[in-house]
């Protein structure tokens, strides 16, 4: 009866020793990123894999290798995704893994042409994970999946993989998961914003001019439709309202002269509905902490500086929304909430098919501002005893 005991015993310890099945991490191609593109001309659609090697993916002993590490990209065409992607299945040894995709990344064409159709085919692969960033871009996809980080880093550490932070943002765009991106893409109504990617080749060099990556604009959707392009200036401003943990370099302005440089603090923005009114109609009020960075004039008063920041703000927000209402963009996603407490009306709005914004749905837009740190500048009280 022992014997029997032992030799059950040993046959557990032999078939729990090892991972059946398990291969290592040298054993596989870790696809990183994919890109997506169309030619409309043979009416194919490319795809992009970006993969990493051992030395990207493994911890390595002491030092950071100061060899550059080797940027894998695979590239396939095919009348379907799938199709494309299955022909380097068989081109591809070590073998391909997607588990750990973590960017996808669409030409303008492509989201222009296709995007409702590589939305939804990209939403139901289960082989991607819906928590991964997603991005556009009008540069060839190739070129951007080829730059590296600053000091020789591999490509993981460009913005297109960049992790969250605990610190505060400054001027940056946020990225976006597919995820986050799907929710507001099928909403009724406010927009879905992807951010687009760009090389600058001017602001870095070594032994010459170092290419990197930065986000400078936002891809718009509105009703499942591409609308247009947003460039860097609205756009951060765009995200510093709308997104949480962005503050933003405000250059101050009095009469066309340039007064003083401060640093806005993530914005507070209440929007206030017109209960009485059919469609959208509604106000925006928004409060701000800010620092002075730099006071160049040296009579400025405190409560100048506050109303030229609280005018500043107020005019961007006004010119943001026109430019919005000019192509039929929410660009605040002012509907959003509207749809939720207003489920009548918005039914017959919605029967209606017309675009439910307009220059006068927004009444009025109020910006409080508080300087919270003067960086060591003083102020001179003026003859009415004003700051």
């Known amino acids: 009866m022992m014997g029997k005991v032992k030799l059950l015993f040993l046959s557990c310890i032999i078939l729990l020793s090892g991972c059946s099945g398990i291969k290592n991490i040298q054993d596989l191609t870790y696809i990183v990123a994919i890109g997506l593109d169309y030619d409309e001309e043979n009416k194919e659609y490319l795809v992009y894999l970006q993969g990493l090697n051992f030395a990207n993916v493994a911890k390595q002993e002491g030092a950071k290798s100061v060899e550059p590490i080797p940027i894998y990209i695979a590239t396939a065409r095919g009348e379907t995704l799938n199709m494309a992607v299955s022909k380097l299945y068989g081109k591809s040894e070590p073998p391909l893994y997607f588990g750990h995709v973590n960017t996808l990344l669409l030409t303008n064409r492509l989201i222009q042409s296709k995007s409702n159709e590589i939305l939804e085919e990209v939403g139901r692969n289960r082989s991607l994970r819906p928590t991964m960033k997603i991005f556009t871009t009008e540069e060839k996809i190739e070129d951007v999946f080829n730059v590296t980080a600053l000091f020789n880093y591999p490509a993981i550490y460009t913005v297109l993989f960049k992790e969250k932070v605990g610190q505060m943002a400054e001027n940056e765009l946020k990225a976006i998961t597919m995820m986050d991106f799907l929710r507001d893409y099928y909403e009724p109504m406010g927009t879905a914003k992807i951010p687009s990617v760009k090389i600058d080749e001017g602001s870095w060099k070594a032994d010459q001019n170092y290419p990197v990556l930065y986000l400078n604009g936002l891809s718009v ?14 756009a951060v401003t765009i995200n510093w309202m709308t997104e949480k943990g962005i503050s933003l370099n405000q250059r101050v302005e009095k009469e066309g002269e340039l007064v003083a440089a401060v640093k806005l603090g ?3 923005m209440k929007i206030k509905y017109d209960k009485t009114a059919k469609n959208p109609k509604f106000s925006i009020e928004v409060s701000v902490s800010a620092d002075l960075l730099e006071k160049l004039q040296e009579d400025l008063t405190l409560n100048t500086l506050q109303k030229q920041i609280e005018e500043d703000i107020k005019a961007k927000i006004e010119a943001i929304y026109s430019e919005g209402v000019e192509n039929k963009l929410d660009i605040l996603n002012a509907g959003e ?4 407490e207003h489920p009548k009306a918005f039914q017959k709005l919605k029967e209606n098919r017309n675009f439910y914004l307009n220059q006068e749905s927004l009444t009025e837009v109020k910006v409080k501002v508080q300087i919270l740190h003067f960086n060591s500048y003083k102020f001179k009280r003026s003859l009415d005893g004003e700051l």
């Open 221 to 234: 959707f509105q009703h499942q439709e591409y609308r247009r392009e947003i460039p860097s200036e609205h």
């Open 266 to 268: 993530e914005p507070k």
């Open 337 to 340: 909430k509207w749809f939720r």
